[in-house]
């Protein structure tokens, strides 16, 4: 069942894509709503934090989506190609930015900003917000790989194409990472048990 | 051994990336080695926490530079279009004048159809539950333009915004389509299902078309259901809504409802508290030729409050049942001076607007959601 569900959202995508490349707008906007949240998500975490910045990515990879589009011939998964233009577009932005800031890949970036009302806070839980932090706090090219998997849930093979790198630097950036995070935040072990995390 | 360690694999076996052989190696290799089952855990436990983590939602007035950035594109694009195509041609007639003449009114049509497309009217709808169909494609949001259709299925609902006068609530199964959207008049049609409508705009500036009849927003809230025989039920929570249809009218008030047929058009209004055995009879007499003895239940039945529906009557009976439904209204409500028995029953319309006015004071009510229901049974 769930795979014929995954069939028809393909299909349904396929349908979207196509009515882009003839310029429908209702299409791009549709598009756009399908994939912000995770493309915004992917630039926020990228740029610890800067709400600005990462929607002035958002917009640059949107637009380039939509002029590009028809360069999209289905080789690759589109979210692969997406994808592969977010982390382009972040990691463009970044070498602008480090021109004048004089910022190298490995300054450790500024804490995630606290969003909401201490309700929402409580809502999202202090874990997940601990989480946002540590992962902005990582190097480039470590968080870069940490937001394809977990927020796009794409495969190894699937982020090495979209990064242009081997499925073994794939695996290798996910083991660092994951051993960083688990490091700083030891400490909420015990929260996840309770959220029931633990496998 | 080191060379028998598995600690970069750790990542992508709790991840189901390895190749089944590889998997089973590290398998038996966590079991015998204490080293890397310990880096095992930890591995797990960052793994765990990556799965927290919270997806951002991206603010909604993103598009907006998006689509300006898109007209700008495009914009851009025709007019190097128009250079290429200029450079690939000669007009062996055109002077530079003229040919820049025709290069500008190139431009400005490009710019006049761009600002068409960028302008053109729509309304912003929203998925509230499920996710609602425009035009044929399916989302949790879209853009509505005059003569489409938005359409929601099972365990749907969506929220329309209604240019910038209010809000329209989508139930389940209702489609609906913008028939008009400009400065003076907004126009939906609702073929089937329910929406609730709230307008903070003048009287008559939102309609709602049904197969059965025009609602008429004067200042509102209210609720609209449409079934698949095109029979419509109008519930109204605040202010006042008119359904027409040709030359009859009602006008309903908070707490009161109205039903529609094909055909017949709107019925009689009524509040919504009004005895079973009053709104039965009314039934009898708008929809299924119930004629004397509906009228005679319905009088008898009638209690003060429900001037709203004899007033309707007083235009909708015959000329000879007129005198009898005056006499009931003039039981419960007398009218005001100068409104007299022979004026009414002659339909003097400055006479019917006399009493009416008495009489909307004492129209003004709160809902009864309870008994919306047995009226949806009346539908069916």
């Known amino acids: 069942m769930e795979q014929v569900a995954v069939m028809f ?15 429908d707008r209702d299409a791009f906007r549709l598009l756009f709503e399908r994939h912000k949240d995770r493309v915004y998500s992917v630039a926020l975490y990228f740029f610890g934090g800067d709400e600005a910045l990462a929607a002035d990515v958002t917009q640059q ?6 002029t590009r589009i028809g360069q999209y011939h289905g080789e690759a998964e589109f979210t692969t190609w997406l994808y592969r233009l977010t982390t382009n577009a972040c990691i463009d932005e970044q070498r602008k930015r480090r021109r004048f800031l004089q910022f190298g890949e490995d300054a450790e970036v500024g804490e995630m900003p606290e969003r909401g009302t201490q309700e929402d806070a409580v809502q999202r839980g202090e874990t997940a917000a601990s989480v946002g ?18 927020f796009e849930e794409l495969s190894y093979e699937e982020i090495a194409a979209a990064l242009g790198c081997s499925k073994g630097t794939v695996a290798s950036r996910l083991n660092r990472g994951h051993k960083i ?5 030891g400490h909420l072990r015990g929260s996840l048990v309770r959220a029931g995390h633990e496998s | 051994m080191f060379g028998t360690h598995v600690k970069k694999d750790l990542s992508a076996y709790a991840h189901g990336e390895l190749a089944p052989e590889r998997s089973q190696r590290v398998c038996e290799h966590l079991r015998s080695c204490a080293a890397c089952r310990e880096e095992y855990e930890e591995m797990k436990l960052g793994i765990r926490l990556a799965e927290c983590l919270p997806q951002a939602e991206a603010p909604a007035a993103l598009w907006d530079g998006i689509e300006a950035g898109l007209a700008r594109d495009a914009f851009k694009g025709k007019a190097d279009e ?20 025709f290069a500008t009114v190139l431009l400005l049509a490009g710019a006049g159809w761009l600002y068409y497309r960028a302008t053109r009217p729509a309304w ?6 499920g996710e609602a169909s425009i035009a044929g494609r399916v989302g949790e949001r879209g853009r509505l333009g005059v003569g489409q259709w938005l359409e929601t299925g099972p365990d749907a609902r969506a929220r329309v915004e209604v240019a910038n006068i209010g809000q329209v609530e989508v139930e389940e199964n209702t489609r609906i389509r913008l028939v008009e959207t400009r400065l003076t ?9 329910t929406l609730h ?31 698949d025989a095109g029979r419509g039920l109008l519930h109204v929570t605040s202010g006042w809504v008119a359904l027409e249809k040709g030359e009859r009218e009602s006008v309903v008030p908070a707490g009161a409802a109205c039903l529609t047929k094909p055909g017949a058009g709107p019925g009689t209004p009524f509040f919504e508290d009004a005895p079973e055995e009053f709104t039965d009879a009314l039934t009898r007499l708008d929809f299924e030729g119930g004629g004397r003895e509906a009228l005679e239940a319905v009088l008898s039945s009638s209690r003060p409050r429900d001037t709203l529906t004899l007033w309707h009557l007083l235009a909708r009976v015959g000329e000879a049942d007129r005198g009898r439904v005056y006499e009931r209204l003039a039981s419960l409500a007398p009218p005001p001076e100068g409104v007299t028995r022979e004026r009414i029953t002659s339909l003097d319309a400055d006479a019917l607007a006399a009493w009416k006015e008495q009489l909307e004071i004492t129209w003004s009510s709160e809902s009864f959601p309870k008994l919306r229901r047995t009226l949806r049974k009346l539908l069916k």
Do not use: Q
């Open chain 2, 124 to 129: 912003e709808v929203a998925s509230i539950e």
């Open chain 1, 9 to 23: 959202e393909a299909e349904k995508g396929e349908a979207v894509i196509e009515a882009c490349k003839l310029g």
């Open chain 2, 197 to 227: 409508a709230r307008i903070y705009a003048p009287p008559r500036l939102f309609f709602v078309d049904t197969p059965s009849a025009v609602a008429a927003d004067l200042g509102c809230a209210y609720t609209l259901e449409v079934d």
């Open chain 1, 61 to 66: 990879v949107f637009l380039k989506l939509f």
């Open chain 2, 185 to 193: 008049e907004h126009r939906l049609e609702l073929e089937r299902g």
């Open chain 1, 133 to 150: 932090r540590a992962v902005a706090a990582l190097k480039p090219k470590l968080r870069v790989v940490m937001l394809l998997k977990y």
């Open chain 2, 82 to 101: 128009t250079k290429a195509r200029r450079a690939g041609f000669r007009f062996p007639a055109l002077s530079w004048r003229a040919g820049l003449s």
């Open chain 1, 181 to 185: 995070l688990a490091r700083k935040l």
